[in-house]
């Protein structure tokens, strides 16, 4: 919503990354940028090409951010919340777009979000994290079906179940720490219910294999806690 210019009209903010980026004319620019649009399913590209940000409704602005950051046909793409502020018909079709155009363009993307209904419709594999280090990775069917990490198992447990829609939420226990004041060790600890005293509080612990193709980083996965040093 506010990565766009209120005051210059969608087209020329994608021309312009054109032709900084890949040395077009203006008007090879706009012919490209009429493309774009197009590829992102906007309807009628040559005429909302010349329309400002306040007229284009919030999945179609995500649609134009797309566009713009497929302009220099990018190898990986990053989005940060890609379907954040969508209703959930504007969002399936946003996640619906993409997973066309990592086909169309070859490039991979690279999620960043909280929604794990996202991660499922999605990725291939996920990296759960936790102030700011990753906890457990792994292909989406192991960390969703299998959760090895206590944090991921509490965020999946913490989520309503269609066949129990009645039941009250388990939420993680705890407040998240200041990523200012890291707890020392294992970023977790202080809200595990697996903690262990003198472990899991004064030492970081690496990712362990779990599966193959599934890592975590938990002590109380390993088989003797006293390997632990």
């Known amino acids: 919503m506010s990565s766009l210019s209120p005051v210059h009209t969608i087209g020329d903010q994608i021309i312009e990354a054109l032709r900084l980026h890949r040395k077009m004319s203006k008007a090879e620019a706009r012919a490209e940028t009429i493309n774009l649009l197009s590829q992102v399913e906007i309807p009628n590209p040559e005429a909302m090409i010349d329309r400002y940000t306040f007229e284009f409704s919030g999945g179609m602005r995500q649609r134009a951010m797309i566009a713009m950051a497929l302009s220099t046909k990018p190898k990986v793409l990053i989005a940060d919340e890609p379907t954040t502020a ?5 969002q399936a079709q946003v996640l619906d777009l993409m997973k066309d155009l990592v086909s169309e363009f070859g490039m991979a993307i690279l999620f960043i979000t909280h929604d794990l209904s996202v991660i499922a419709q999605t990725a291939d594999r996920v990296a759960v994290m936790y102030l700011g280090r990753i906890l457990e990775t792994g292909t989406v069917r192991q ?27 388990t939420p993680v226990a705890g407040d998240i720490p200041s990523p200012l004041e890291r707890p020392s060790g294992c970023v977790f600890h202080t809200r595990c219910p697996k903690a262990k005293a003198g472990v899991c509080d004064q030492t970081i612990p690496e990712l362990f294999s779990v599966d193959s193709g599934q890592s975590a980083a938990c002590f109380a996965l390993t088989q003797d806690w006293s390997d632990v040093t």
């Open 86 to 90: 969508l209703d959930v018909t504007i």
């Open 143 to 169: 960390v969703i079906q299998t959760p090895a990490h206590p944090y991921t198992q509490g965020l999946l447990n913490s989520l309503p179940k269609l066949d129990a829609l009645d039941e009250p939420l």
